[in-house]
């Protein structure tokens, strides 16, 4: 569908990467998936600035899969900026991590993360949980933005 909105993928790793966007095509997730590599590429996209000077801010992704360990800007300031501005305050945010320290799963729900998840070391459950995540966030989910667009 010409119409859908993208996934914004914030991953650092070349292999988690590969793995994700596999398993979203395996889950038949058919929306673009736009991937940025650190944080501060992450929120260069959501706010149109720097290396994405100029990008329709208003095009804001459906949701967006947030690894925790990034360079340069960690995926906890990433959600405290997305959390802090107006225009990203309700995106949906599943954290998407390797982390297992009990500190990073509080902060993230504390600064607002709508989900977290440990990737499984498993292909086949990661595979379904990428599935899973698709079908939630993409297909059931009602977004404060889906319910301003109804015409009722």
Same mark, same amino acid.
């Given at each position: 569908m010409p119409n859908e909105r993208a996934i914004l993928l914030v991953e650092d790793n070349p292999d988690? %990467? #590969?793995? !994700? /966007? =596999? #398993? /979203?095509?395996? &889950?038949? $997730? !058919? =929306?673009?998936?736009?991937?940025? =590599? *650190? &944080?501060? %590429? #992450? !929120?260069d996209y959501l706010f149109g600035t720097g290396i994405h000077a100029g990008r329709r801010t208003e095009d804001l992704p459906?949701?967006?899969?947030? *690894?925790?360990? /990034?360079?340069?800007?960690? &995926?906890?300031e990433v959600l405290r900026r997305i959390r802090a501005d107006a225009r990203t305050a309700l995106l949906p945010v599943v954290i998407l991590t390797t982390s297992r320290e009990s500190?990073? /799963?509080?902060?993230?729900?504390?600064?607002?993360?709508?989900?977290? $998840?440990?990737?499984?070391? *498993?292909? %086949?459950?990661? %595979?379904?949980?990428?599935?899973? $995540? &698709?079908?939630y966030w993409l297909d059931l989910n009602e977004t404060a933005e889906t319910v301003s667009r109804s015409p009722y």
């Open positions: 988690d %990467e #590969a793995l !994700t /966007l =596999h #398993a /979203l095509s395996r &889950g038949g $997730i !058919t =929306h673009p998936v736009v991937v940025v =590599h *650190d &944080g501060v %590429e #992450a !929120t459906a949701v967006v899969l947030l *690894d925790l360990k /990034l360079p340069r800007v960690d &995926g906890l500190l990073d /799963l509080r902060q993230a729900y504390s600064l607002g993360a709508n989900s977290y $998840i440990r990737k499984p070391v *498993d292909f %086949e459950r990661f %595979e379904r949980a990428i599935a899973l $995540i &698709g079908a």
